[in-house]
């Protein structure tokens, strides 16, 4: 098969879009910095970038781009679906780094996810049918002023057109075609609307033919429309061992569904709950709180499941994902040294957690549900993990974490 390349802003987000490949049988692994990926050819890294300023985030993605690049690669710029992050000035970047060869390149960009609600109509991102700048997601964490495509690229310079739903619905061909124009004209970049998983499909099959031509620009939706098309033949990954022990559950996101989720956890029972305070997060805490909570933890990962969760309300301010996410890994990395499987929400918080326990990857296997993939951890320690994104999901997503980590789904009981 033709190897691909993710490249990605945060880890969550490196993993939902990669494990479209990995759920077609082609090896496929996450990893972050200096980690070893192996010979697998699907790799998905997380760059780390999600907080950074845009030159700082662009500079860090290209970097990715030089150590990592190999010969005969697809490329493809995992992006928010929400457009946190700085997806316009990583995209120019990168495109600018693929151009310099010489060779024509175009971004073909296709965020909508229509599995998590997410879709693009007009260029515009939707969430669950209403303008992105409607939306929670929107008010509490946003770099744009505007949920509209080609204004979201324009903010660094690119010149971008739009296929609009109905051209995309015309089909395959007549898509190709747009695109192929756009590549003789030296355009920028091409957005496309997609609001179902057939709309992606038509863009997948208009585009992948082109695809030594193109960077493709979006989510774990179009990578899935791609992989199908990509690995036709199916073969089912290894599965992932039964967890041995406890889960430990870290809930390190804000959004609503991350917390509606982990409510919905505690209300079923069947886990210890931890929270941890504000105080302890920002650090102003007595340090002799912080050591307590994690000594609860640890305790309590002995006795069965556990979910951690951060404080946050109305007043918070956990701003500063990075530190934050660091003490909370910190807490919580004893207790993960114990258990036998882990769930965790929000890029930050995985990627601090898993760098704590010495891990430098993850070998991906399957869904749990759509945006939440599972597999093994790779390096020190070899745990069966869940990921999850703060935004996707519902409020039985991580109760579902569970039941799959201990492999008693109903599928499975069947």
């Given at each position: 098969m033709?190897p691909w390349?993710?490249?990605?802003?945060d880890?969550t987000?490196?993993?939902?879009?990669?494990i479209?490949?990995?759920r077609r049988g082609?090896?496929t692994?996450?990893t972050w910095?200096?980690?070893d990926a192996?010979?697998?050819p699907?790799?998905?890294v997380?760059?780390d970038?999600?907080?950074?300023?845009a030159?700082?985030?662009?500079?860090?993605?290209?970097a990715v781009l030089?150590a990592r690049r190999?010969p005969?690669?697809h490329?493809?710029?995992?992006i928010?679906?929400t457009l946190r992050?700085?997806p316009a000035?990583e995209?120019a970047?990168?495109?600018a780094a693929l151009?310099?060869?010489?060779s024509?390149?175009?971004?073909?960009v296709?965020?909508?996810?229509p599995?998590?609600?997410?879709?693009?109509?007009?260029?515009?991102?939707?969430?669950?049918?209403a303008?992105?700048?409607?939306?929670?997601?929107w008010?509490?964490d946003?770099?744009y002023?505007?949920?509209?495509?080609p204004?979201?690229?324009?903010?660094a310079?690119?010149?971008?057109g739009?296929?609009?739903?109905?051209?995309?619905?015309?089909g395959?061909?007549?898509v190709?075609g747009i695109?192929t124009?756009?590549l003789?004209e030296?355009?920028?970049?091409?957005?496309?609307d997609?609001a179902?998983?057939?709309?992606l499909r038509?863009?997948a099959?208009?585009?992948?033919?082109?695809?030594?031509?193109?960077?493709?620009v979006?989510?774990g939706?179009?990578?899935?429309?791609l992989?199908r098309?990509?690995?036709?033949d199916?073969i089912p990954a290894?599965p992932v061992p039964?967890?041995?022990g406890?889960?430990?559950?870290?809930?390190?996101?804000v959004?609503?569904v991350s917390r509606?989720?982990a409510?919905h956890?505690?209300?079923?029972?069947?886990?210890?709950a931890?929270?941890?305070?504000e105080?302890?997060l920002?650090?102003?805490?007595?340090?002799?709180l912080?050591?307590a909570?994690?000594?609860r933890i640890?305790a309590?990962?002995?006795q069965?499941?556990?979910l951690v969760t951060?404080?946050?309300g109305a007043?918070?301010?956990?701003?500063?994902g990075?530190?934050?996410a660091?003490?909370l890994a910190?807490?919580?990395?004893?207790?993960?040294?114990?258990?036998g499987?882990l769930?965790?929400?929000g890029?930050d918080t995985v990627?601090a957690?898993l760098a704590q326990?010495?891990v430098?990857?993850?070998?991906?296997?399957?869904?749990?549900?759509p945006?939440?993939?599972l597999?093994v951890t790779?390096?020190?320690?070899?745990?069966?993990?869940a990921?999850k994104?703060g935004?996707f999901g519902s409020?039985?997503?991580?109760a579902?974490?569970l039941?799959?980590?201990?492999?008693?789904?109903?599928?499975?009981?069947?």
């Open positions: 033709t390349l993710v490249l990605a802003d880890l987000g490196a993993a939902d879009c990669a479209a490949f990995a082609a090896e692994v996450v910095g200096d980690g192996g010979a697998a699907v790799l998905a997380d760059a970038s999600r907080r950074l300023s030159s700082a985030a662009a500079e860090r993605q290209c030089a190999r005969g690669q490329l493809y710029k995992k928010d679906s992050g700085q000035a995209t970047a990168l495109l151009r310099r060869d010489g024509p390149r175009l971004a073909l296709a965020p909508a996810f599995a998590t609600g997410r879709t693009t109509e007009g260029g515009r991102v939707l969430v669950g049918g303008p992105l700048e409607q939306t929670p997601l008010a509490r946003h770099t002023p505007t949920g509209r495509l204004d979201v690229l324009a903010a310079t690119l010149r971008s739009v296929v609009p739903l109905d051209q995309v619905r015309r395959a061909g007549p190709r695109v124009a756009a003789a030296n355009c920028d970049a091409i957005v496309c997609a179902t998983e057939d709309d038509l863009i099959e208009a585009t992948l033919p082109l695809a030594d031509r193109l960077l493709f979006g989510t939706g179009l990578a899935a429309a992989a098309l990509a690995l036709p199916a290894a039964p967890t041995r406890s889960v430990l559950t870290v809930v390190g996101s959004a609503e509606a989720a409510a956890l505690v209300e079923t029972g069947r886990v210890h931890v929270t941890v305070a105080s302890v920002r650090g102003t805490a007595d340090p002799g912080a050591q909570l994690a000594g640890e309590a990962i002995d069965g499941d556990v951060t404080e946050y007043g918070s301010d956990l701003g500063h990075g530190e934050v660091q003490r910190a807490l919580v990395a004893p207790a993960a040294r114990k258990a499987g769930v965790a929400t890029g990627c957690l326990i010495g430098t990857g993850i070998r991906l296997a399957d869904e749990v549900e945006g939440v993939p597999g790779v390096g020190a320690v070899a745990l069966p993990i990921t994104a935004g409020d039985a997503t991580l579902r974490c039941d799959r980590l201990h492999q008693t789904s109903a599928e499975q009981k069947g």
